[in-house]
């Protein structure tokens, strides 16, 4: 009961083989990506918008954003739907996986080496059996930075 | 909170909103007695009400103010102290309200001032007829809020039955007025009400509001329902999908007729979202009054275009900065009374709104007659705040000064009132339109008025959108800016032509740049081959107009505009995105910025300002297409692309000579080559590229070697040249280029060239007015005047130079043409010369034949100098001589 307090949930999905987890309090909801618009001239990480349930959500490519090689294996992606000030976005993501309970005393912070691109939106790494998670600040996901500057 | 208050505080809201309006309205026409009736049977209701839910308050309040309104409706004068009074009140009942939603209870306080005061107003106006109801002020002091809570409380009715009397008591006050007795902590407050209450018209008037064709529904639930709709189609277009792979499905019928209502369904979703402007203005009326006796004027408010619709999100927004402009206006714009006698205008000043749908935009203007902006202050304060120095301000004109009260910051009222002038000025109005995306202007005349206009794009609102392809995605151009389609085909009248890599359309005797949109948005393949097929979209951004080449070009739809996500939003070619019938997103374009990318810096405002004032300045400022070529040198030359009639590549062996000239047939004439110098070489094979110049029937082709490039570039000759042929040069895309004169070599071709007409040039030392009906020689001409330092505004008619004229601007020296349509350039003179303000600018003829005649007349009216038109030396001299003379005068 104790260790309540200190538990955190997250919801893990899969980038290029590598696990990471995002605070269940932050995610909307999961959703399949359907009829993805491009936006030209947007930035790199900007994968396009698209319409869920008549709101335009600005999907953003995570593999892109991570600065993960390689391209999303043939088949489906999923998308986890988050919202930051009143605008909704979508992660777009290799698959969801298990929504998983951890003890916020076992998080640890980010090795330093730590490719610059994912230590930027890294709040944390849980070591699980078997594998690492990359805890992702959702806020700092939605930073693009450049765009902003140059908004 | 307690639905039954929620629903007592929105519905009372509203009902104080139309007592403002009615009561303004009632000051002006004391005797319509509807008016009253209508003021009366909202306030009655509202004590009703109040009384009912135990809301004493509210109700001593509203109670006091009827029983004064009741004493009009007697026949008592109503006057201004006593609206006033009737008004503060109903601010007053307004404050509780908000504090009652808030806290769910009546906030503690006393009004007794109000109330003694309506009171005793009551005992002015009245013969002791009624008595005055008994001091409500006690009651207030003794109840808490919770003791008045508690009545409701304990459930001794339920609320369906609550609500059942809570709706019939908006029906029938006198029911509404038995009901409140057993439940009132105060009952004897009842009784004045009922007396009233009873009057037979109210009764009557209350029946038919009741039943009225409108109900309450709050936002969440149409958002909610907007969602839904947008479902369904989702749904549909893929149940569509499915049924066309089955041929011949028994779906086929019913799903066509759930297409159908679907779309009608979401056609009628999206309207609730709409409402009138009318909603934003509604406050108005009453403001403009309080303004009007607080600061001692007469102020007539109109309104025009209240049904206007528009989202009700832009509606929110503009509500502030519109209430914030009009109070503006009455403070600052309108004068006093006594001035505006002295200044020779009526004594009630007028504000002015109005609202109308202009294509895909709202246009709100809000003007007054008051004694427009204060040109100098502003200017002053400008360099005070270091937005300007003082050297660039004396160059800025007035319309460009005035812009300075948007800046952040500003504000010109050295006196603090009441009303505005507290530092939150027009910056904060521009910050709010900027917000939604829209523009805003401003105009005025000194003495006269000021008027702001915004424009409200697409934003939120719903736009008619022309539907179109590029590169595989689609894409929204809204219909305003959309001219016309124009399909090129190769072989066509309407082909794209190139000249480089910059693509023109030839359309109607006019070179139209043309911008390739995948190119633009850098959808562009690989390996992008140039295709001479496609659809021209021609849109206009202010005076700019220009092609957008498509792959494809759908239909029009009806789109409601939704704001680019924030991080998309530094895209300045894209205004917005939207979802489109089938359920895709898909993005908006803004033409400005397309008009932007592709070299241009027009902006529509730049353009607005350009139109509304004849501005030297800006004209010489303005950007200038300019062709860049080479021929004979490696250098760089280049000639205003307005000059140009066509670009043609011939075949060289094509090229005859004949008489010692190079000749080429060009639609069935000759057509006289010309080289620039010796240096140039007419190719002998090949291709010879070619610049055609053509007047009338009369064409002639300027030899070059070859086209390099069309650029938009401030046309600033910085060297003069002292070579025939060559204006001077000028930097252009950083390089050192020579402006050819075109008027140079025209003459080579046709001895007569110049001899058809004659024409007018007007340079000033500092400001030059040209005249000549030749788009042609009016565009030659700019350049050389320019190079020779002058500021030139050419016009195409003396009609037109003589209102400018008469107008007030004053020129250095004018330049005319004289054979022209309608008026000469001696009648021109002459017409001059008859107006006594205008005797001593000084006039130059250009002709090129200088008869002795034509001498003598040109003195008789007046003509100050005649040159031969391609004397340039004797041009220049004349007009630097004539600009001397003129400023001595």
Redesign the interface.
Known sequence: MTNDEHLSEYITAMVGGQMFGLPILSVQDVFVPD?L???????PE?AG???L????V?VIDMRSRLGLEGKAPDGQVMAIGVES?G?S?GLLIDSVGEVLKLDDRARETSPINLDPRLARVCAGIHRLEGQLLVVLDVDRI?D?GP??M?? | MDDLLQEFVTETNESLDVVDVELVRFEQEPNNKKILDNIFRLVHTIKGTCGFLSLPRLEALAHAAETLMGKFRDGAPATGEAVTLILATIDRIKEILDALESKQHEPEGSDSDLISELERIVKQIAQPLSAPPPAQSQTIGTLTPQVLERPLRPGEVSLDELERAFRETEVDPSVAAVLTKPSKPAPRESAPARETGNNAPPKDEEAKSGSSQSIRVTVDTLEQLMTMVSELVLTRNQLLEIVRRHEDSEFKGPLQRLSNVTAELQEGVMKTRMQPIGNAWQKLPRIVRDLANELGKEIDLEMHGAETELDRQVLDLIKDPLTHMVRNSADHGLESPADRRAAGKPARGRIRLSAYHEGGQIVIEISDDGRGLNTSRIKSKAIAQGLVSADEAEKLSEAQIHKFIFAPGFSTATQITNVSGRGVGMDVVRNNIDQIGGTIDVKSVAGMGASFTIKIPLTLAIVSALIVEAAGDRFAIPQLSVKELVRARGNSENRIERIKNTAVLRLRDKLLPLARLTKVLGLEPADAGEKDDGFIVVVQVGTQTFGIVVDGVFHTEEIVVKPMSSKLRNISVFSGNTILGDGSVIMIIDPNGIAQSIGSTVSTQVAAANEAETDTKRETDRMTSLLVFRAGSAQAKAVPLGLITRLEEIDARKIELSNGRHMVQYRNHLMPLIRMSDDVRVKGEGAQPLLVFSDGARSIALVVDEIVDIVEERLDIQVASENSGIIGSAVIRGQATEIIDVGHFLPAAFEDWFRQKDRSDAAKAKSVLLIDDSPFFRDMLTPVLQAAGYEVTSLGAAKDALAVLKAGRRFDVVITDIDMPEMDGFQFAEAVRSESSLKLVPIIALSSIVSPEALERGQQVGFHDYVAKFDRQGLIAALKEQADVGQAA
Not at chain 1, 37 to 43: F, G, K, Y
Not at chain 1, 53 to 56: A, D, H, M
């Open positions: 009829r618009t491009r936006v030209p001239l947007s930035q900007i918008v698209l319409n349930r008549g709101r335009i600005t000030r605008e976005y939605l693009l765009a902003s140059a908004a």
